[in-house]
């Protein structure tokens, strides 16, 4: 008897015409990646980073709470307790992972291969969001440990492991144009890191956690339920304003139902054969192991009771304020430079910014204007990591598809080895605050750490960093990917016109079709403002003609305006 193919989501709601993409274009256009890649993606972005941002935070005050001053032996004992528990949780992260890269492996839809499952899986992050800092203090006593730790692991297995799976995959999908998978990066990059770090970084951390969340620990409940409810549109607008292109073509070359029916072993074998992946890869194992180490609070407690935040509140707004304002910075410059100098040789520079800026902090953690110097340095060398450096990355996808055929974006193969790496993270994950509340920190309103606690903090806020640039410094220069993204661009081009050609179709070149799509928006366009223009002379009782006579003269007269201006810059060069 032959075994039946598992075939999930080919039916239902995701067979529905309704849950079309909403982008029917070739290339991307501004609307897609405006609602699609900017906006959408603020929704999840929102309830995943500000969990991350909150949740050590909110866990060593809950034990504050529960046990005060005078039980240290108990903190200390929670101390360990939250090790093992962030170890479970990533542990089972390493499995569900697996998972979801099974379940995208058995999708067959005509909506993509990520998209669907982002979709259900964001409505369960967003409820995880909804409950997680629900009855704190001794509203549930002992038992209240049970219900917090739950949901903790739910969110970093349920709650995170796909949002991270196709924030990191998206981009690759959905064009092969190298340029427009930077723009698409580096814009998503602005809905993650500028936006969200502007709200979450200098709003909530340096005014809402230490002039609210701090002296009202109902707060966390009350800020996680508006975001929770604000995510639910943002997610159906990503959803419905994003499409797997790459995914599209894939299925034409090798039909729907084969797309993504790769032997395991094959997939193994083209990534690890592939050193622009592996070295990639190695460095952001390297960078998850700070990240999971280090978690939201090394920044929080580092500022209060190195930098004298506990006494001037102020301080966080301040250090913020000045260290921070290169992320915005970033993104005006960020995307212009690369495109000049190289994404690779960007961040290198950038990452030597950032080992200077942290030998520099951590020979003077105490020091006001020094620790503010190399907090600038360190953010502007972050600027390449936090706008531009995944595409590399996405480029990388692309190479290994040039030379083994297989796109490789969510399944097992990848998820193999994303899962080993978040089994390395495993005895990472929670170790801040694991170690500190070890040390005897209590998380309690005017009681002051040790001279021990605040020696940690400063090496947990540096020593981390000087490790990391490290390795982007010795590795980084290996990958020269970008330099032959040209050629590999223009063989996946070829073979997608041999498919369409032994498909029995018409193959158009892709600057031909691309400006029939622009044809064919501006005549779309001409008619819906002709159509809006009539009914507005009707309700107004106007003439259409005169009416219309004025718009076409006014944009004329803009017409004649930009070509003066463009031939006044023109004299000036010349």
Not at 44 to 64: D, H, M, P, S
Not at 200 to 226: F, K, Q, R, T
Not at 334 to 351: D, E, F, H, L, R
Not at 529 to 546: E, P, Q, S, V, W
Request: hydrophobic share 50%.
């Amino acid at each position: 008897m032959a075994k039946r193919e598992i075939s999930l989501l080919s039916k239902g709601l995701f067979n529905k015409s309704f849950m079309d993409s909403k982008v029917t274009t070739k290339s991307v256009t501004k609307k897609e990646l405006v609602l699609g890649h900017l906006v959408g993606p603020l929704g999840l972005v929102f309830v995943v980073n500000t969990i991350a941002a909150l949740v050590e935070k909110f866990f060593t005050q809950q034990t504050g709470a529960m046990y005060g001053v005078n039980n240290v032996a108990m903190i200390q004992q929670m101390g360990g307790t939250y090790e093992i528990i962030m170890t479970v949780a990533k542990i089972l992260a390493v499995g569900m992972g697996l998972l979801n890269s099974w379940l995208i492996s058995k999708t067959h839809t005509r909506h993509g291969r990520l998209r669907p499952w982002y979709l259900i899986f964001g409505f369960v992050t967003i409820a995880i969001g909804f409950l997680i800092f629900l009855f704190p203090g001794n509203t549930l006593g002992s038992s209240y440990w049970f219900y917090f730790f739950t949901l903790l692991i739910c969110y970093h297995t349920i709650g995170s492991s796909y949002f991270y799976l196709f924030r990191d995959s998206i981009v690759s999908l959905v064009t092969r144009d190298p340029s427009e998978k930077t723009r698409l990066a580096f814009v998503r990059k602005l809905s993650w890191t500028l936006i969200s770090g502007i709200i979450i970084g200098m709003i909530i951390n340096s005014v809402v956690l230490p002039m609210w969340l701090e002296h009202d620990i109902n707060g966390y409940a009350v800020l996680m339920i508006g975001l929770s409810v604000v995510a639910i549109p943002l997610l159906l607008m990503e959803y419905f304003y994003t499409k797997e292109r790459v995914i599209d073509d894939v299925a034409l070359e090798n039909g729907l139902e084969n797309e993504n029916k790769i032997p395991l072993r094959s997939q193994i074998k083209a990534l690890l054969t592939n050193k622009y992946f592996v070295i990639l890869f190695v460095l952001m194992t390297i960078g998850g192991i700070v990240d999971n180490f280090k978690g939201g609070n090394v920044q929080y407690f580092y500022i209060k009771y190195l930098l004298g935040g506990n006494e001037n509140w102020g301080m966080f707004s301040i250090y913020q304020i000045i260290t921070g304002t290169p992320v915005g910075i970033g993104a005006i410059i960020a995307y212009p430079i690369a495109k000049k100098v190289g994404i690779k040789n960007m961040t290198v520079a950038g990452y030597a910014l950032v080992l200077v800026g942290s030998i520099m902090g951590i020979l003077a953690p105490a020091n006001v204007p020094i620790a503010m110097v190399a907090g600038l340095f360190r953010n502007i060398g972050m600027i390449p990591n936090s706008y531009i450096f995944i595409t590399l990355l996405f480029f990388a996808y692309d190479s290994i598809e040039y030379k083994s055929g297989f796109r490789l974006e969510g399944l097992l193969g990848i998820a193999i080895l994303f899962a080993l790496q978040t089994a390395i993270y495993a005895p990472f994950a929670g170790g801040y605050e694991s170690a500190i509340l070890k040390l005897g920190f209590v998380d309690v309103e005017g009681v002051l750490p040790a001279a021990g606690v605040t020696s940690f903090m400063t090496l947990a806020f540096y020593l981390f960093d000087i490790i990391l640039a490290a390795a982007y410094l010795i590795l980084l220069p290996l990958v020269d990917v970008e330099k032959k993204m040209p050629m590999i661009n223009q063989e996946l081009q070829r073979r997608k016109k041999d498919a369409v050609i032994a498909s029995g179709g018409t193959w158009i070149e892709p600057e031909e079709q691309e400006r029939m799509e622009k044809e064919a928006a501006e005549l779309e366009r001409e008619e819906n403002r002709i159509a809006d223009l009539k009914a507005h002379c009707t309700h107004k009782h106007l003439d259409f003609d005169t009416e219309n006579a004025k718009y076409i003269a006014s944009q004329e007269e803009k017409r004649r305006k930009q070509e003066a201006k463009a031939e006044k810059k023109k004299l000036r060069k010349a």
